[in-house]
């Protein structure tokens, strides 16, 4: 199966595939209108960050500039959007770029390793500062308050339109594009019927820290809706300010997330070994982890998976117990504090999940919140009324409902040919069928190498409705090189993650990465895709999680470019954690083994001489500060 190639080819898209020269090929002013560039980054977060730095430390004279609708950067983690109550769900020395640490909090801000979101803003905008490549630093390199609306691509050539705040509408051009405006960008708002009876704010999690909502003396009486990490912050929260508060979990959804608390057996800095330890990879059947007898013991043979099985059972008996569901009395009993009991075990992670950073969370849960498994049947002036017959008055609904891709800005044919998702009703037919002939062949070589997957708990299966990702590496569209996509995985440590993403991904820009053939890139994106389904339920449907298999993937990634300086010495390298400070000598590798490109282009955008030294930029200097 073929897939695209026809499309691709009839919209002179196709040309694509021939991958570009190995010279750097500039696009000159006297060629060029002046917003072309010579690659367009959309999305000023953490994996946009990571994207045009490793990209500019290749490049470092190349016109580059990132696209942010905010007016700061951090995505997620920027200045607009943190409050005081929020906190990272990484310890520190995780939570960061690898040349440059981050500077230790005030210990007043740091709990069991975790800590205050603001100074992850903080370091990121001095990151922006301190990258300095060309003479330009980061920041001077993003359009800060530009809202991307469409992105095309005809002869070759890709076209951004958007609206800037001061300058109105304003069109790019740029011959490559790294889409790395993240997963948790567009609120995932519900749709309640009556909202706009209801007549009281309705918030989500994006705006909550700005939204007064706490502060005001007005509302009183709060309803969350959601089941994740973000509803159950902001019903800790209203706790605290006074509200009361009551706490709405769908009865039709995966239920609640199973949430570890920092100051458990597994805190922070635990799960941060146990997702990094090479070794304890092999527990999880994962496709990145080699094809050893060691993996082909513990996935193949029976004995092997009981092993597991007690290994998993274990976890998942620490994460339920600790909130002592079942000894908090009667009080607690009738306010529904059993409804917060994850409905499947933590091994397959078909619900939410998140960190507990707060030593008195669950009793002030248990004591304070009414909780309910229900449906929305309607709003009107301040009541909620429930499928199940309830009537809840309220005075502000708080959304922690999650998020969509942050995908609009292409149309139906382009999320196609790309390979991201697509609603099902949109998606040619024809395709459809072609990959899932793929996908069923791969889901059989799936059970055939990992047979524990095969028999999932009874369980709630959110249905399906878009297409998943269908990237190659989770990044590479199948029929285009112009184009990457960094940060759209899920996973445990996005730092360390989108940091390796950004290396491939250069190197894919470039050309530089020994691709297999495109019908051997399309099986192994099935065999992703299935796999995905099978380990993670629910949440595997969306093609990109990899919650348990960060390590494995970036070792797979560096392993295609044919890196290896982050890896230790043979045994070790199995039973030592992978760092941050790993990946610092990944740098001056790829550019001994790719090359820099050193040219210098003029302000008239001619090439010119560049006599600085190459490779040496201000980011150096932080390791030695």
């Not at 009486?221 to 912050?233: E, T």
């Not at 199995?574 to 941050?580: G, I, K």
Request: aromatic residues 10%; contains cysteine; charged residues 25%.
């Amino acid at each position: 199966f073929n897939l695209h190639i026809s499309r691709w080819t009839r919209r002179s898209i196709g040309t694509a595939v021939s991958h570009p020269s190995s010279h750097y090929q500039r696009i000159t002013a006297s060629a060029r209108p002046s917003e072309t560039f010579d690659i367009i980054i959309v999305g000023a977060g953490i994996s946009g960050i990571a994207a045009a730095r490793f990209y500019l430390e290749v490049h470092p004279n190349c016109r580059l500039v990132v696209l942010e609708k905010a007016n700061s950067v951090g995505g997620v983690w920027n200045s607009e959007r943190v409050f005081d109550t929020f906190y990272t769900q990484s310890p520190l020395g995780t939570w960061e770029y690898s040349e440059m640490p981050m500077p230790k909090p005030p210990e007043e801000d740091i709990y069991k390793g975790v800590f205050k979101a603001r100074h992850t803003s903080q370091y990121l905008e001095n990151y922006t500062d301190r990258r300095v490549y060309g003479g330009k630093s980061l920041r001077e390199r993003i359009l800060f308050g530009y809202d991307v609306q469409r992105i095309t691509k005809e002869a070759g050539e890709w076209t951004i339109s958007g609206i800037h705040t001061s300058e109105g509408t304003k069109t790019l051009r740029s011959a490559r594009v790294v889409i790395a405006s993240g997963l948790t960008s567009v609120p995932n708002m519900p749709t309640l019927p009556g909202q706009e009876k209801f007549g009281n704010p309705i918030v989500h999690q994006k705006d909550f820290g700005r939204s007064g909502v706490l502060s005001s003396s007005d509302l009183k009486r709060i309803i969350v809706l959601g089941a994740g990490k973000s509803a159950a912050d902001m019903v800790y929260d209203s706790v605290k300010a006074g509200k009361t508060v009551t706490w709405i979990i769908s009865a039709t959804g995966t239920g609640p997330a199973f949430f570890v608390s920092a100051d458990s057996k597994l805190s922070p800095s635990t799960l941060y070994l146990i997702g990094t330890l090479r070794i304890l990879a092999t527990l999880s059947p994962s496709i990145f982890n080699a094809d050893s007898w060691w993996n082909k013991f513990l996935q193949g043979t029976q004995m092997g998976r009981n092993q597991l099985n007690k290994v998993h059972d274990s976890l998942n008996k620490s994460v339920v117990e600790a909130p002592k569901f079942d000894s908090r009395g009667p009080e607690a009993e009738k306010r529904g504090f059993k409804e917060l009991m994850p409905h499947t075990p933590v091994f397959w992670q078909n619900q939410p999940a998140g960190l507990v950073n707060r030593p008195d969370f669950w009793d002030t849960i248990a004591d304070n919140v009414q909780i309910y498994h229900a449906d929305i049947e309607a709003l009107e002036n301040g009541i909620i009324r429930s499928k199940d017959g309830r009537e809840i008055h309220s005075d502000a609904i708080l959304c922690g409902t999650g998020w969509v891709p942050s995908l609009s800005f292409f149309d139906q044919d382009t999320l196609a040919e790309l390979g991201i998702p697509q609603p099902l009703e949109t998606y040619p037919p024809e395709e459809a069928k072609a990959w899932d002939a793929l996908e069923k062949d791969a889901d059989r070589q799936v059970l055939k190498r990992f047979p524990m997957l095969a028999n999932p708990p009874k369980h709630y299966h959110n249905p399906v409705t878009h297409t998943p990702y269908r990237l190659y590496n989770g990044i590479a569209p199948l029929n285009d090189n112009s184009i990457a996509f960094v940060g759209h995985v899920l996973v445990a440590n996005y730092f360390r993650v989108v940091e390796c993403q950004a290396i491939w991904a250069t190197a894919y820009l470039d050309g530089k990465v020994d691709l297999p053939s495109l019908e051997q890139r399309q099986k192994d994106v099935a065999f992703f895709v299935a796999w995905c389904r099978r380990r993670y339920l629910s949440n595997g449907d969306r093609g990109h999680w990899l919650a348990a298999d960060q390590t494995g993937y970036t070792d797979t990634l560096f392993r295609e470019l044919g890196l290896s300086s982050h890896r230790g010495f043979w045994l070790w390298d199995s039973f030592l954690p992978s760092t941050m400070k790993d990946l610092r000598s990944l740098r001056a590798e790829y550019i001994a083994k790719f090359g820099q490109d050193t040219e210098l282009v003029d302000e008239g955008g001619s090439i010119a001489s560049n006599n600085r030294t190459p490779g040496v930029c201000r980011a150096e200097k932080d390791l030695e500060d």
